[in-house]
């Protein structure tokens, strides 16, 4: 899918809680994203795939207490979003020192974990960087194939 | 690492889910070791008859072999034998298996060798001759007996996996309508700022605070709620308390609370390393700090300091705060006490930072003191194991 300059970049969120869901939507359409979301990992994994958004903010707790690790997994197994910056967003972040993980550590490749609830500000900032950051890996892997 | 336990950990709920699900067979099975063929083989025909599985043994050692294998929940076994005797026997199979029943046979019954029987283990005796009728009841009794403590066993696993999950779960449950509230009033604020009126915002801005006043709750609740369950900090582990003091650091100076305050962090060069986990010994300092960043004075300071002495790695936190009356001082280590006065009475807090402090320093082998002056200082005095060379070079050889 290619993407030209002016159209809006895309986030998608996978998350539970509607209230939570809707608070983020607001704020991010705001700063001028896109914004789907989905309400379990078995729905957002399949709105991923279809929709290929350039950022996922990702919960933990769902219908399964880690489903979001596993939704992660998965998503790191589909080519086209192998590379997707996601950043889990989530509540156990902050109560469970074992979970501070390291992004680059092989089995839970979130670029960025964030607690819940979310600092407007800090959020807009990651998401932004996040996003530049991986565009540019885009744009200089392509840059390389030529 | 957390994959890799949930993996282990449902790999333990199955096969902890087939150890507990007995098949009848196995519920069923009676083991009969004993020299004289002819108790082996009347015994085996009358529970039989009642249903059960019988497996019989001539002589110890193979009988002993075989339960090893089968766990049968019933042992029969003759005192009187050449080679090995029923009470070597019972002293070999009670380490195999606690839970196991076992019913002595005894041609001399006397009422001394059944009571040294039951005194090593055994649960009821049979004296030779005994009627089908008196071997069943037994037997029957036996059995009855052993289903009742794994049951026994099993509720008693359940509750405390009940237990253990419940803390999570209701922290969790808890947390999700408040972080969705909060959440709510952060992108408001962020979005329509310049549209809301003085007081909305006000209101807005109190609502935030007092939202976070019980998230802070639900945390410390939960915290406290792991380290009384005990196995919170980990003692094989050792830490490198510089680096943790200097990101706690890093992290506190960035508060509001702390703007007007500075920090002194005045550590012993090669500090040796700490016995313990980093994340306990992260909150033990961190709770420290932030107490002497919320309990002191406009222009004050927060003065850490921390040096060896003897195989002690000695850590103080003190601040130039409001200080504490002595009689304040016993109570401080309570659950949610918290000292109330004018000048504490618009700080936030939970009543339990100091709790879990000092609980992280027992589990660790160490300990913690306040000394304080009202109106000048508070200063906690932490005293923490030095982790032996031994497990610094383990530390060092896994390259954690």
Not at chain 2, 263 to 270: R, V
Request: net charge neutral.
């Amino acid at each position: 899918m290619v993407k030209t300059m002016n159209e809006p970049k895309a986030v998608l969120i996978i998350d539970d809680d509607s209230d939570f869901v809707r608070a983020i939507r607001t704020l991010l359409e705001a700063s001028g994203f896109k914004v789907r979301s989905a309400p379990n990992g078995r729905d957002g994994l399949q709105l991923a795939r279809t929709s290929q958004p350039d950022l996922i903010l990702l919960d933990v707790m769902m219908t399964e207490r880690t489903e979001g690790f596993f939704v992660l997994q998965e998503i790191r197994r589909i080519p086209e979003l192998s590379k997707t910056p996601v950043i889990i967003l989530s509540s156990i972040y902050s109560d469970e020192p074992t979970f501070r993980v390291d992004p680059d550590a092989g089995w839970l490749p979130a670029n960025l974990f964030l607690a819940k609830p979310v600092d407007p500000t800090r959020l807009l900032t990651e998401v932004t960087r996040l996003m530049n950051e991986s565009a540019l890996v885009k744009s200089s892997s392509e840059a390389v194939r030529r | 690492m957390l994959a890799d336990c949930i993996f282990r950990y449902a790999i333990l709920r199955i096969v902890a889910r087939i150890i507990s699900m007995p098949t009848s067979t196995q519920e069923k099975t009676i083991f009969i070791i004993d020299d004289d063929e002819i108790i082996r083989l009347s015994c085996e025909q009358i529970l039989r008859k009642s249903g059960y599985t019988v497996k019989t043994f001539a002589n110890g050692y193979e009988g002993i072999e075989r339960l090893k294998e089968v766990r049968p929940p019933l042992l029969v076994v003759d005192i009187k034998m050449p080679e090995l005797d029923g009470f070597e026997i019972i002293k070999i199979v009670r380490k195999i298996d606690p839970d196991l029943v076992i019913v002595v046979i005894t041609g001399y019954a006397t009422i001394e060798t059944a009571v040294d029987a039951m005194k090593m283990g055994a649960y009821d005796f049979l004296p030779k001759p005994f009627t089908p009728g008196e071997l069943r009841m037994i037997i029957d009794r036996g059995i009855e007996r052993w289903r009742l403590a794994k049951e026994a066993q099993l509720l008693r696993k359940q509750k405390e996996e009940a237990e253990r999950k419940f803390v999570t779960l209701v922290s969790h449950q808890l947390k999700g309508p408040l972080s969705a509230v909060k959440q709510y009033l952060d992108v408001l604020l962020y979005t329509s700022k310049d549209q809301l009126q003085g007081e909305t915002l006000e209101w807005i801005s109190r609502s935030q605070a007092r939202i976070v006043e019980m998230i802070g709750l639900i945390h410390d609740w939960l915290m406290l709620a792991k380290v009384e369950r005990g196995a919170f900090s980990d003692r094989t582990v050792s830490s490198d308390l510089e680096k943790i003091i200097e990101s706690v650091v890093r992290e506190y100076r960035q508060l509001p609370a702390a703007a007007n305050l500075s920090f002194h962090a005045e550590l012993a060069p090669n500090l040796e390393k700490v016995q313990g986990d980093e994340s306990s010994l992260n909150m033990l300092v961190g709770n420290l700090v932030s107490n002497a960043v919320k309990y002191n004075k406009p222009g004050g300071s927060v003065n850490i300091r921390a040096g060896k002495s003897g195989t002690w790695i000695v850590l103080e936190v003190r601040d130039t705060g409001i200080g504490m009356p002595p009689s304040f001082r016993q109570r401080l280590f309570e659950e949610f006490y918290r000292i109330k006065t004018p000048e504490t009475q618009n700080i936030p807090g939970t009543g339990l930072g100091l709790v879990i402090c000092k609980r992280i320093v027992d589990e660790l082998g160490g300990s913690i003191e306040v000394d304080s002056k009202e109106g000048e200082y508070s200063a906690f005095t932490v005293r923490l194991p030095i982790a032996n060379a031994k497990e610094v070079e383990y530390t060092k050889a896994v390259g954690k």
